[in-house]
């Protein structure tokens, strides 16, 4: 039996909420930042590993939602939404952004891994960790209102 398909419904699973704790109640952080750093957040934990490799603070949230548990930890940091390059990272985009702001974070960036890789792994793993910090400095923006309210025109053209 191939079980390769199966395998896509597996990913971020997290803590059964049944326990008392579920997936979006916890974070995965290979190390802290000192509050009012800048903390880089992926979809996935190998994304966050990759990240951690080359130097950043980094973290995982565990899909393609931020929730308001996730967020309330993050309130002392300046957080960085790092998604993936596919349309369902530039959905969660929007969303995660706009979460933040109305949460009352005064600082929100955001980058995407480039077109050619599917995430921050992939492009750790062709790449390297040089490539990849360099490619974060230089493509690392603000989200702010503007942005959102540039990005939602943009979507409904």
């Known amino acids: ?33 000192e509050k009012g750093q800048k903390i880089y957040l992926t979809e996935g934990e190998f994304d966050a590993l990759s990240l951690k490799q080359c130097g950043l603070c980094s973290a995982a949230f565990g899909g393609k939602n931020l929730s308001d548990a996730q967020i309330k930890i993050l309130m002392p940091y300046v957080p960085v939404l790092c998604l993936d ?4 990272g530039a959905d969660a985009l929007l969303k995660m952004g706009d979460s933040l702001l109305k949460m009352g974070f005064e600082q929100v960036f955001y980058v995407r891994a480039s077109k050619e890789h599917k995430d921050w792994n992939s492009m750790y793993q062709n790449d390297g960790q040089n490539v990849v910090k360099a490619y974060i400095r230089q493509n690392e923006k603000k989200y702010d209102q503007f942005l959102s309210l540039e990005l939602k025109n943009k979507r409904t053209l």
């Open 85 to 88: 390059a596919d349309k369902a």
């Open 1 to 33: 039996m191939d079980r390769k398909p199966y395998f896509r419904y597996l990913r971020y699973l997290g803590p059964p909420k049944e326990l008392g704790i579920g997936k979006g109640d916890v974070l995965f952080v290979p190390s802290w930042p």
